[in-house]
């Protein structure tokens, strides 16, 4: 049985959700990884930047081997494209993972703002003329990796929002 989430992390969780491409992909991602259902933003940035370091490398991985193995040159040409942007996925949430864990969140979104056009440019290799019988071979991965890329870009977008402190942080009147 999984326990329940507070009400402020299912609305942390339903803010960053909302805009993928998958709504119930985002979420169940989250549920699978939380470690407290009283989950900060913080610590749903942290979810957010792992998976997203986890996905782009096995993708990564995924793409050299076949290029390795495939025999179609057509496929092997623009999966080569593909391991050079995924290689700038890779790179980039590793260098978020290295900014988060040192708490530098405005360098988290820096460098994740480069994955969503990395990511378009393998897509767009794999369906530009002449395409490969295999050309649908990232579909589901690319899918994955767009919605790890928004959740995560949100995520820290949340985070770096300034809060409202409520009536306490408000100014004295004289």
């Given at each position: 049985m999984e326990p329940s989430l507070?009400?402020?992390?299912?609305q942390?969780?339903?803010?960053?959700?909302r805009?993928?491409?998958?709504?119930?992909?985002?979420?169940t991602t989250f549920q699978a990884h939380l470690k407290s259902p009283n989950a900060d933003i913080v610590a749903l940035t942290q979810i957010t930047v792992e998976v997203a370091v986890d996905h782009s490398t096995k993708t990564h991985?995924?793409?050299r081997q076949t290029i390795e193995t495939t025999k179609d040159p057509i496929l092997k040409k623009a999966l080569s494209e593909c391991e050079n942007a995924y290689g700038l996925i890779?790179?980039?949430?590793?260098?978020?993972a290295v900014s988060f864990f040192s708490r530098d969140y405005s360098s988290v979104e820096k460098e994740e703002r480069i994955t969503p056009r990395a990511e378009a440019s393998c897509r767009a290799t794999l369906t530009t003329p002449p395409?490969?019988?295999?050309?649908?071979?990232?579909?589901?991965r690319s899918r994955e990796m767009r919605i790890f890329i928004v959740m995560s870009l949100n995520a820290v977008q949340d985070l770096l929002r300034p809060r409202s402190l409520g009536p306490a942080a408000a100014p004295a009147l004289l």
């Open positions: 507070s009400q402020s992390t299912q942390l969780i339903e803010k960053i959700c805009s993928t491409e998958d709504y119930g992909f985002c979420r991985n995924f793409i890779m790179q980039a949430f590793d260098l978020a395409i490969s019988k295999q050309h649908g071979i990232l579909d589901e």
